[in-house]
């Protein structure tokens, strides 16, 4: 069963972490399983960036980016060429490691 390694994250993940995802399970779905509570604002899909995350490595096992994800990503807080949205990322059988950014669009909405 492949791994995804989480770095650290101030609210979600202080101490970064290790989870087990099966092969098929979003990364986002992997998370809330593992009690790492990402936000997930449209419930997963795929009208919103809350649960943007950067891949660090792992990134080609990926699933391909369908338009609707690429086209979303473009409004998302600290967007980097490895960046996905963890309801459409689906794990296949490389480890993984993915970085949580710190804010997102509802953090400046919210000014948290």
């Not at 995802?21 to 986002?28: L, N």
């Not at 593992?34 to 990134?59: K, L, P, Q, Y």
Request: proline share 6%.
């Amino acid at each position: 069963m492949p791994v995804i390694k989480i770095l650290p994250h101030p609210e979600y993940c202080p101490q970064g972490t290790e989870i087990n995802a099966p092969a098929g399970t979003s990364i986002c779905e992997a998370l809330l399983d593992n009690n790492i509570n990402i936000e997930h604002a449209c419930d997963m899909s795929a009208a919103c960036t809350t649960c943007h995350v950067i891949v660090r490595e792992g990134f080609r096992s990926l699933n391909e980016m369908e338009e609707t994800e690429e086209d979303l990503l473009d409004r998302a807080w600290g967007l980097e060429p490895d960046s996905r949205l963890s309801c459409q990322a689906f794990v296949a059988k490389q480890d993984l490691v993915i970085e949580i950014p710190r804010y997102t669009i509802n953090h400046a909405k919210e000014n948290h």
